[in-house]
């Protein structure tokens, strides 16, 4: 075992190292270690001052005063740091199998006050209701076996985008103007192809997939996807789509646009899956749990989009339409839309779909045991420094667990004893 701790904390070193050449600057060599050893290190509180205690408890003043100017005022390239991070997990990611989605998601930091960067009221996931927090996009790669985010960026709310004064006191670049979460995504993804990442199938919650542009969007970038909708969404059922535009007699202006009558019309998610026969529906289990297989009933057919196609001159083209149906619900509880291969078996859809849930365990993790959630400063720079470090760490933890033998913990990681009565500032208790 010693011999193993010995060959992770080199390994540890290693790689420090590779994240502070992409930082462009000698001089912040020794703050990364700092940091992300104290991300590492256990503690319950991952705010720079508790994590200067625990790394260097004879000097707490110093060591925070570096960690701080590192992480909230520094000028290094979060974007450079980020891309390092993530092709070192994987290396070791496809060492188990390719990447099978790319995952679009959201995940919500509650923040009390108003001051910190972007935090409004807004829906928070962390709550499951509207709350104060603050919201980031990402994007995350992600097989079978491990999952690593790519990239990372705040939601800037519009009265945030618009309010000049709060964005002088937060540093918000000028650059930045208000972007929607699914533009931010999009936005996201450009630069990942920019890049040559192997591409695979995107998937996202309804939150993105009712988007009609952001679906739009990735078909365009030629990317398939499996995206979740609501049960609002309106769909052609199978065998159908809009009539032809009427026929031009010779009067007025020719037109283009398709049709739709009382009689032949599209339904909406909701009305579509009860009207599918009893013997499409099959239960399906697409992966083992901590209590058991998790497994449902489901349903797929083929279908057409339906929204505003009246202002179209085409037909759109033919998607997958997978519903889940749980038993012992009165109706349907799930619907996506996936334009992965008509081949593609419902087994399959199905576990392309749910594959979404590896991205909710990684930022659970980070937020718990990384800190993600707990950077006290309020500045754009400082916000995503802290979060792109969290993942940093994050992404040397899930290469060492795709190691043959990973190390629980990492036993190298070891802080020297806090002086007595430390009080980290803003602490209940002593530390």
């Known amino acids: 075992m010693a011999k193993h701790d010995a060959s992770a904390a080199s390994r540890f070193e290693e790689y420090v190292k590779r994240i502070a050449t992409a930082l462009n600057h000698a001089d912040r060599l020794e703050p990364l270690r700092a940091y992300l050893t104290g991300l590492l290190l256990p503690g319950d ?4 001052e ?20 590192f992480v909230a005022c520094a000028p290094w390239d979060s974007q450079a740091a980020l891309a390092v991070a993530r092709d070192y997990a994987l290396a070791q990611m496809e060492r188990h199998a390719p990447i099978a989605v790319w995952v679009i998601d959201d995940t919500g930091i509650p923040k ?7 935090v409004a009221r807004q829906y928070c996931g962390a709550s499951g209701k509207k709350d104060n927090c603050q919201v980031v996009v990402t994007v995350s790669l992600a097989n079978t076996t491990m999952s690593v985010p790519c990239a990372y960026r705040l939601y800037l709310p519009e009265n945030w985008a618009r309010d000049n004064k709060r964005r002088r006191e937060a540093g918000i670049p000028k650059a930045i103007a208000f972007t929607t979460k699914w533009e931010i995504a999009l936005n996201a993804l450009d630069s990942l192809l920019a890049e040559d ?14 988007v009609t542009t952001f679906r739009e969007g990735l078909t365009k970038r030629s990317l398939s996807y499996a995206v979740g909708i609501s049960a609002e969404t309106s769909l052609w059922p199978p065998g159908m789509e809009p009539l032809a535009p009427k026929r ?7 037109t283009k646009n398709l049709r739709r009558t009382a009689r032949h019309h599209p339904l909406n998610a909701r009305e579509l899956a009860l009207k599918l026969p009893q013997k499409s529906w099959r239960t399906v289990r697409w992966r083992e749990g901590t209590k058991g297989a998790m497994q449902s009933r489901f349903a797929a057919a083929v279908v057409r989009p339906a929204h505003n196609d009246a202002t179209l001159s085409a037909p759109r083209d033919p998607e997958w339409f997978l519903v889940e149906w ?14 992965v291969p008509q081949h593609t078996s419902l087994d399959d859809l199905v576990r392309l779909a749910k594959l979404r849930w590896r991205i909710e365990r990684d930022y659970e993790e980070m937020k718990s045991e990384l800190g993600l959630d707990q950077y006290e400063g309020r500045n754009w720079l400082g916000f995503h420094h802290h979060g792109v470090l969290c993942i940093t760490a994050y992404a040397f933890l899930a290469a060492e667990r795709a190691r043959l033998s990973p190390p ?24």
């Open 112 to 118: 009390k006050g108003s001051h910190s960067v972007g």
């Open 45 to 48: 509180r991952k705010s720079v």
């Open 197 to 210: 990442i192997p591409r695979a199938p995107v998937v996202a919650d309804a939150g993105y997939g009712v």
């Open 50 to 69: 508790p994590m200067a205690a625990r790394v260097d408890p004879k000097r707490v003043s110093s060591r925070h005063q570096s960690m701080h100017h």
């Open 326 to 339: 749980p038993s012992g619900e009165k109706e349907p509880t799930k619907y996506w839309l996936s334009t």
């Open 408 to 431: 629980e913990p990492l036993a190298f990681l070891k802080s020297p004893r806090v002086p007595q009565g430390f009080k980290p500032r803003g602490a209940p208790v002593a530390s």
């Open 248 to 254: 031009w007699k010779g009067h007025g202006r020719p």
